[in-house]
Every structure is written in structure tokens, then in C-alpha cells.
């Protein structure tokens, strides 16, 4: 049932090449598949061939044109055996039918508003045909389909389009070829009545790109945005990367039931069509952010994914960190490095750091699985991207851009491994990186304690840095790992100190390099005592505490040259006030008017940016409060802490704010770009502030702008801001809302996640009634995360209730949901994650909630792998 790394073997016999026979049909479609295949040199005559294969009707099976008596061969619930195949090159010949209109776990070949499309990652293409349906079995795949004209008149699928024409009886058919080898994961294929929009990029060499984006009819003009994110990321691919595009065409698809959130398919990228439509009246700036990224994110897989892709499963993190990464560095160059650092970080820590320092933690890089789709997960995907941020810094940017070029020279047309990523940065820089490699096999966060001392009579500074790496499931044993440590000193008048010399370990300009538990450095040459700035732009994915003071952290905040660390002071000397009051010791006045100062100082500053700024307000959120003190949780605590830090500030700062929101707040025709976008956000945050503080007038400001908004980044905030805050017009405004979206699915999904985040007692039972309601779509992945993966993981409060009224809620919701789609059940049920961390009350009834589902009846793999993880973690 455990699928283990250490068990990989080649497949004994290799696919040369693919041709695919496709008639799709209302309730029943037909595939006719030819293999070619061979043995490989080593495999020993008659070795059965083993192919994978699901919820498949098979209706022949031939081999050579010859049609193979039921004793050749054998199909069970996983696939078909050839008992005994011909000693050199055949062609195996299968006819399956299969049922895309029944298929709503949106594995396979499925209908979504009446479009046939495809998902395949990582085993869906079994769920299409008999096949070796593994990353490292590479093909050329050629695919004939045909389809009512009228049904379906647009036909797509990889790579480039070589014939199409009329059939008799209304249809018609299309072929298209991919001459790029590749795993059955990349397949994909699309037969609907769509509308699109078309445009061309011009790659470096001359290569002339036609570009489409398909959609429903009626949405043309909100894929504009994908359109213009994807030319961007095709040029700042080549300029970046010198990563050119390959086909004639490439394709994007927008369907509205799909498991996450896009995939790379060659040639033809499919997407959840709420990371491509945006107009300004639906969609907020997060989501034009979010679809920026996420169409560059499928873009430059095309390179790191496609061209070069993963041996095996677990080799995920070999595309997916890389590509995050790559994404991220887009994003950064579009938009602004410092802000984007921050959002990333908070994401990281947001959704990675609790997997990682709870029951599920697994290395990036995992040795074992039971279920794959359990493993796309924060740690693959963002922690695998701090990885690699990792190895850019340790190389700089030229030498990471040196690793990279060999990468894509070396390893081209290959599936490949970490192990071989790492080679070509040992390789193209001479440095040792096989201990940096314990990243990616190592799982948990490192835990750093820093203590620094000064000695004035010899003017020496030193810091004394520690590691603790904690036990997680299946590994107590852990290597310190390698801690790239950027930082600065900084005198007295907040400029940077430099020193005379460095001892007790190894020190590049800015950069400490850290490989042991323990590690002692001093600084001569250091006339007064410094205040340290340590892993600027956040330089390792570290949980750090340091003995400075309070006085030093607003120093920092003021002071501190990397903009990421005066952001993070901030943080911190809020976080101490909050911790100190959840601990019983109340903050004095004196400390909530540093902080406020602090502020002030921030928003007044002429050089940081608006976005920034929003950033530099938001104070931690409780659940990032909850994980700093780590045992005994109780969230009303915490809520009630938090609310009341934010009342003590705007107590000072409300005219401040008052000031803030009315300077920001702007009539101008929408734009996404960065310096709007932060305005918008900065106007918002003083909004939030000033409401869940209870200034005088501020909920009344909330709902005009709520009614008077111009676009829908303006509206929702209002929104969330007076459903957060619970205020006297929260009930109604939601309502008005409701009105007003119900006939746009995509902005329903806002309103339901904003029920979902309601803290006030009769939260719970709103989203019941909302769930309950015979009209909600409980198919559709979109509208079921918006409510309930909202719920679980954004709503301490109510899901962590101390009668346990949430946890059963959730745990049932998971139990229903699973006999429909597994996926989405086992992502909701990672909730729980933090389960052990609340005090008793709630771990006692979080138990009972999860024993109850178990005992409750058979579960999907999914759901029963994340569930005895969590229980057993
Ligand atoms: N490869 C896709 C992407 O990151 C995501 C596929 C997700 N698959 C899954 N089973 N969760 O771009
Ligand atoms: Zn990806």
C-alpha cells in the first residue's frame, strides 16, 4: 500500500509512441489507444506487461492487429496484464469507454458545463487508457479526436494542430501532434462550445506564437489580463532565463470545476477559471495578483516540468519549488521585490510552517506515500521555493543563472531527480553542496536562537547562534542543516558597522554560512555595542528568536536597511506585547505609543511604497499569534488579545488612519498595477484598523464604502472588514451582497468565504444553513473550499470551538464529501493539522471529532492516509 523511493526501478518495457483515437459522446466517450512498445535490452522474454488503468470499460484488446484471446491477458480494478508480450517492437491496440459525464472527482476525462476536458497529474491518464502511467515514461503523442459539431466545435489538445475536417452524421474531427516526448501527466485535452480570445508573441530567435485563451462564451473580454500576464512571463522568460517557447501554439483553457488551482499540460494549460477571468466590477486585486502568478507559474513549467520533468513522484518538488521560485521572481520583477518578499514569507508561514511543525510534516523531498495527490502540499510547493532561494543565494544570482543554464543543457528531454538538480550547482561552481542537499530530505523547521554580547574593552561583538532541529513523524534524528544567514550590524546613528576581522567561522560579505548545531562568531574592530539584523529578505526558512530588546526591535523597525526586517521588527514588538498579555502581564501605555510612533514614522516615510506601508499595519494574525505560543492554545484568548492591541492603537492613531484612508482613497479608473493596488490597500488596512478598533465613526465609513465602491477590491474589503468586525451592519450588508452576486459563481465563492471567516457566535450555524441549502452546488471544488477550507483553516474562533461544535462540523463535512470528490475531503481535513496545540478542552473534542470520522465508514485513500497521519503525528 506504502509506496517507497528506494523501491524505484525502470519499467521493463519502454512506449516509443502514442496514438490516440478519441470519440467523445454524451454519457459514453471511446478511446482507441496504440502503444508502440518495447522491451528493454534487459528485460527477460515473456516479463508481463503491467499497465495501469481505473474505472475503465475495456472492449479489445489487439497486439500487432491481432486480436488477443481473454487468456492473454488480464484486467482487474487497477489495470491491465499482458501475460506474455512479444520479445521485440509491438503496437498493443486497446478500446476503452469511459464515462466523463459520472466522473465528479475531476481525475481523468470529465465534463465541466458541458466541456470535456482533461487532468491527468499526477495518475489521471489511467483513468483515460491502459497506460505506464508514470512521470518517466516519455512518448510522442499524436491524438485523433472527433465530436458533435455543435457540442463541441472547438477540439484541442497538445502541441500542433495537423488536420481537421467534416464527418458525416453532424461531426467533426481535428488531430493534434506533440513531437516532445512526455509523461502521460502532461496529456490534455479539451471539447467544447467555447469563446476565445487570440493574440501572438514573437520569441527572441523569430518564432511566431499564436496564442488562445478559451473560456465560457461571454467571458472574453475578463481572460484579457491572463493574456497580457502571459506575454510578460514569456518575455521575462527569456530575458531572465533564456528560456525560449518551443511550439507554434500554445492554449489555455479556463473550466469552472477543477481540483486546484491551474496545470502545465504541454502546449494546452488548463485552469480553474478563477485564476483567469478579472474585470474590476468581480474580481480584487488579490485575484489579479493571483492569476499573474499562477498563468506565469504554468508558463515556466513548460521549461522546469515539461522539457525537464520528474522521474518519479517524489521528486515533485524538482518542478514544483522551482517554479514557485521562478514564479515568485517574476512577480517580484513586475511588481516590487520587497513587498512580494513579505506576502511570500507571510504565505510561508501562513501555510507551511504549521504543516511542517505538525502531524503532517514530510520532507520536500518524501521517501514514502500512500496517496501522491496528498503531497501537493506548502512544503513541496513554497518550502521547495525557499530551497531554492537558498541555493541563489548561496551562488548569487550568477552563479545560480550559471547552475540553471547547465540544468536546462544537461537534463533536457529527461526525467530527472533532486540529486541531479543539485549536481549541476556542484558542478557549475565547484562548491560542496551534498550536506545544502538535507533540505530536501529533511522534514521541520529549524529552530534559531541568537544571543549576542559586546565587549567594549575589546571592542569585540559576538553572536552566538544555535539550531535545534525537532523530531517530526518517522525522523528523530536530525543533521543540522545549512543556514545561509544574511545580515547586517548597525551603529548606534542606524548605519551599517563594519568590522576589522571575523572569527569562528565562515563569513562572505553579508552572508554567514551556517552548517553546524552551534556556531560562535566575533567581530574586532567594533567600537560600540551594534544592533544585529539577521536573515535579511528572510535568507532561510528558520523560526528565530533572539535576545533583543524591545528597544531594539523599534530600532530596527526605524533603522534596519533591509526593508523585510524592518517589517519583521515591527511584527515582532507587537508579537512580544501580545504574548507577554495572553501570558497574564498587560502591556503598558508607554509600549502600545512606541509602536504606535513607530507607525506614524512608517506611513509618513516619502521613499516606501503604499503597499508597504499596508504591510508595515497588519499586525500578525492570530493564527501566526497561536503557532509563537505553540502549546495550550485557547483562540478566544488570543481574539480577545488581539482585538484589543488593535483597540489601544487606534486609540492613539486614529487621526491618523482617519488621515491614511482619506488621502488613498481614490476615484480614478481601476488599474491592477503595483502603485494603485497598494493605495488601495493601504486605504483598506486603515479602514480594518479603525473598524475592529471601534472608532468613532468608522463603521459607518465601511458601509459607505461598501455601497459607493467603484470596484470590487473596495467593496469586499468593506465587506470583510464589517463582517470580521461583526458590526450592526454586518447581517444586512452580506445579505445585500448575496443579492446582488448570487448569478456570479465566482463572487458567490467571496461571499461564502466571508461567512466562513464570521467570529461571532452565530457563525457556525449561518455556514451550516448555507451548506444545508438544496440549491448549493456541492460539486463544484470552488464553492466547497470557499466555504469550508476557509472555515477550517482561517477561522480560529468558531472551527476550534471550545464545545467542539466546529471540529464535528468539519469532520462530518469531510466524511460526506469524500464519497464525491476525495481530493477536496482530504484537503479540507488538513485543518486539523494543528489539533495538538490547543488546550485540552479542544484537544479532547478535536480527537473525538476525528475518531468519529474514522469509525464513521469506508474512506477514500485520500482522506484515510491524511486522517491516520494526523491522529498518529
Ligand atoms: N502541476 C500543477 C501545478 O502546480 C498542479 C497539479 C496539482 N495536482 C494535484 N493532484 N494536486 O501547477
Ligand atoms: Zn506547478
Redesign the pocket.
Known sequence: ETVFLKDYAETPYVIEKVELDVRIAPDTSVIRALLTLVPRANTAPGTPLVLDGEELTLRTVAIDGLPQALTAYAATATGLTIHQPPNKRFVLETEVAVEPEKNIRLMGFYRSSGTWCTQC??EGFRRITYYLDRPDVLAPFKVRMSADRVLAPILLSNGNLVEQGALPDGKHFAVWEDPFPKPAYLFAMVAGDLGSIHDEFTTASGRKVALGIYCAHGKESECLYAMDSLKRSMAWDERRFGREYDLDIFNIVAVSDF??????NKGLNIFNDKLVFAKPESATDADYINIESVIA??YF?NWT?DRITCRDWFQLCLK?GL?VYRDQEFSMDERSRPVNRIDDVRQLRQTQFPEDGGPLAHPARPDRYKEI?NF?TATV?EKGAEIVRMLATLLGEAGFRKGMDLYFERHDGEATTIEAFIKVFEDSSGQNLQHFQQWYLQAGTPEVSVTDRFDAATQTYTLDIVQENKPTPGQDEKQPMVLPIKFGLIGPNGSPMSWASVSGGEVRDDLIVMDTNKLSLSFTGIPNRPVPSLFRGFSAPVQLSTNASEADQLFLARHDADPFNRWQALQDVSMRLMLEAVGGKPWSDAQVAAIADALTETLSSKELDPAYKALALGLPNEQTIARAIGSNVDPDRIHEVRTGLVTALVARLAPTLEKVYLTNDSRLAYSPDFQQTGRRSMKNTALALLVLGKAEGAAKLAREQYERALNMTDRLSALSTVVQSWTADADALLSDFYRQYTADPLVLDKWLSLNALAADDAALERIKAILASPDFPRNNPNRLRALMATFGMNNPTQFARQDGAGFRFLAEFVGDVDKRNP?VAARVLTAFRVWRSFESVRRGEAEKALKSLQESGELSRNTADILERTLAG
Open positions: 497529474e499526477p481540483n486546484f488551482g491551474a496545470m502545465e507559474h504554468e513549467h516540468g514544483e517554479t495527490n501537493y510547493y481530493q
